[in-house]
């Protein structure tokens, strides 16, 4: 069984990574012994804990507490205060999630209270974004009630679009909070623990929920042909002066006023008729305009509702960086979920992307905003990142985050060149994924 632990002594001010081998069954109190006799760190004033849980001699290594990737805390004997280097990976019941902007993926819990969130170096909340004040806005989490004011920042607060100033105003679950160029929405967590067992080598077995299947594509909503516009209705004036003229001679030849009469009759005739056709395509063209109208805002309203819904799957399909930093807190019943896709993908930004939902009659294809856009990375391909260099590297941490939480290390593995020199990148040697690569490299070297 081989371990990969980290050593904190917070009294010291140092800490250390330690590679352990030890048969299966060994104690902590014989890593403990090793421990003594390479660095000097134990004696008996002294206690230790993983995770704010007190670790005893008995217990044995590849159990829990005592798993790969475990930080052992060396503490003073006695009563201590919890381990607050850990204590923030404890979710709780209510959170505040970055979803958008340069601290996009932060996760801040909310106890009962006050909380100051800005640049300021010991606001309870503190961001990186540069457009925030230092003390920007104050959340107050009271019961029931939660609110939010704005503490006279430059560049404002909004909730929900809506502008929030030095009264407090509500913010409810779901609300999307707006401060300077960051985007928050105030969450509850949305899964429980997954079913874990150890299996007495350092890991914790994951049983997996089944993932259920997306819904089909829908039927093409259908619209309305637009009305053509009505035919011109023309005065037959030829043929209402003909009989005129006609009338005319026969009154002079016969010397009889009485057939200019006559002569009259067909042209009011005419108009007449034409009068009526007039009137009776204008209402019939007023009619097929008012059902045309009422189908295209029947279809237009279920367009509308599809693409939300549409919108709100595309969301809960590839969440934000927030939601699956949750993910990375404890196992969860979303970790691995696309464990057996066929091929990966992984979400880099939101945008305008062409919906699914197709549409019968309109010129124009659906498109829905404001959604993940997702990139394939197929087998065998190469996808590079282009641009500032810490932009780059956010997005290439990003990328790898979502993989190995979304993926199971039996659909990838990570292999990392880097220079030793590169810190920042250390973290990806402790995923599962790595170790996998590893134990791959291992076994390939030694056939």
Do not use: C
């Amino acid at each position: 069984m081989h371990l990969r632990l980290t050593v904190v002594n917070p009294m010291a001010g140092r800490a250390f990574d330690v590679r352990v081998a030890a048969r299966r069954g060994a104690t902590f109190a014989e890593l403990l012994d090793a421990l003594d006799a390479a660095h000097a760190l134990t004696d008996t004033s002294r206690t230790w804990s993983v995770d704010s849980v007190g670790v005893p001699p008995t217990a044995t290594l590849g159990l829990p507490p005592l798993l790969d990737g475990a930080r052992l805390m060396i503490r003073p004997a006695g009563p201590t205060s919890p381990d607050t280097s850990t204590a923030s990976t404890a979710s709780g019941l209510l959170q505040l999630h970055a979803v958008g902007g340069p601290d996009s993926g932060l996760v801040h819990d909310l106890p009962p209270g006050r909380h100051v969130l800005g640049r300021g170096a010991n606001t309870p909340i503190r961001v990186g974004d540069s457009s925030l004040s230092r003390l920007h806005a104050e959340i107050t989490v009271a019961g029931r009630s939660i609110t939010v004011r704005d503490l006279e920042s430059t560049n404002g607060t909004w909730v929900n679009g809506i502008p929030v100033g030095g009264e407090p105003i509500t913010l409810a679950a779901g609300a999307t909070l707006q401060t300077g160029d960051s985007r928050w929405q105030l969450r509850t967590p949305a899964t429980v623990s997954a079913a874990t067992r150890p299996d007495h080598e350092g890991h914790l077995l994951v049983s997996r929920s089944p993932r259920l299947p997306l819904p089909g594509p829908a039927a093409p909503i259908p619209f309305p042909e637009e009305p053509n516009p009505p035919a011109g209705q023309r005065l037959p004036i030829a043929a209402a002066t003909l009989p005129l003229v006609f009338s005319a001679v026969l009154a002079v030849v016969m010397q009889s006023p009485m057939m200019l009469l006559f002569g009259l009759m067909g042209p009011l005739l005419l108009l007449g008729s034409w009068w009526s056709d007039r009137r009776n395509g204008k209402r019939v063209t007023r009619a097929e305009q008012r059902r045309y109208a009422a189908a295209l805002a029947t279809a237009q309203a279920l367009l509308a509702a599809a693409l939300a819904a549409e919108r709100d799957v595309r969301l809960a399909e590839d969440p934000d960086p927030a939601w699956l930093a949750g993910l990375a807190r404890g196992p969860l019943t979303g970790l691995w979920d696309r464990t057996g896709d066929p091929a990966l993908r992984v979400r880099i930004g939101l945008g305008t992307v062409g919906a699914t939902q197709s549409v019968a009659g309109s010129p124009h294809p659906p498109t829905v905003d404001e959604v993940p856009v997702v990139v394939r990375l197929d087998g065998g391909a190469a996808t590079g990142i282009i641009g500032p260099r810490e932009e780059a590297l956010r997005l290439a941490r990003w990328m790898i985050g979502q993989l190995s939480l979304r993926y199971s290390p039996a659909d990838f593995s990570i292999g990392l060149l880097a220079p030793e020199s590169e810190q920042e990148w250390s973290w990806v040697a402790k995923l599962p994924h790595s170790q996998a690569e590893a134990e791959r490299d291992a076994g390939r070297g030694r056939g």
